[in-house]
């Protein structure tokens, strides 16, 4: 049973524009969200990340973006660049150590 | 200077054949996780240790044991691998009073 789902496998933007990737999740006791970047043959590394009690977060060029009453996240990347190119997992935070992830979205941009 | 590190990088081996695969993070965290990529891309969790105390067990078949002789290492011994046990398996560290897990390179396994 997939709480966390990524409905989107992959995505592709021209460089300069905004990269929206979605995540959405069924389990109204996740309390912590955060976004992974993966490149091939690599492992995942932390991007960003949100609590539940907000609804915005940005860092740099990334803003993380939750709505709670629709169990929805996203991430924006504003302006996209060709190394942004990677697989995105979102995944949430149950209990302090239980991690739910998503199946990735892979976004290419094109440059 | 590698943060999360495991050997091998591959693991090629035939069914029924018994393999470790090794995690050591030198970070200082006191959580490890192991976690299985299928061929779906579902990153999905196996293990957790805290301390050396296994704190979560997801359900993976008994021929998984996961071994922690310190808290910095987290071993994987998988015992009659079968096909269906092809996958990448990811360790993750984390310290306990933060959020942000890293993960190590993956170790790609093929059962034949």
């Known amino acids: 049973d997939q709480q966390v789902k990524q409905n989107s496998p992959s995505l592709s933007v021209q460089e300069g524009r905004i990269s929206i990737l979605n995540c959405d999740y069924t389990?109204?006791?996740?309390?912590?969200f955060l976004w992974y970047k993966k490149y091939p043959a690599e492992g995942p590394t932390f991007l960003i990340s949100?609590?539940?009690?907000?609804d915005k977060n940005e860092d740099g060029r990334f803003t993380v973006f939750l709505n709670k009453s629709a169990k929805h996240l996203s991430l924006h990347i504003v302006p996209s660049q060709p190394g942004d190119s990677a697989v995105y997992f979102c995944a949430a935070l149950y209990t302090g150590n239980q991690f739910y992830f998503g199946t990735g979205t892979s976004l290419t941009v094109i440059p | 200077d590698t943060a999360v590190s495991q050997t091998p990088k591959y693991l090629v081996t035939q069914m029924g054949n018994d393999k470790s695969i090794k995690c050591e993070q030198n970070?200082?965290?006191?959580?490890m996780y192991w976690y299985k990529q299928d061929s779906k891309k579902f990153l999905k969790i196996m293990f957790s240790y805290n301390n050396k105390e296994l704190i979560i067990n997801e359900t993976v078949p008994n021929r998984f044991s996961p071994k922690s002789p310190d808290k910095a290492h987290l071993n994987l011994h998988i015992n009659s691998l079968e096909l269906g046990d092809s996958a990448v398996y990811f360790c993750?560290?984390?310290?306990?009073?933060?959020?942000?897990?890293?993960f190590g390179p993956g170790t790609r396994l093929t059962v034949l």
């Open positions: 389990n109204s006791m996740f309390d912590y």
């Open positions: 993750a560290s984390k310290s306990l009073g933060l959020r942000e897990q890293f």
């Open positions: 949100i609590s539940s009690i907000k």
């Open positions: 970070l200082g965290h006191d959580t």
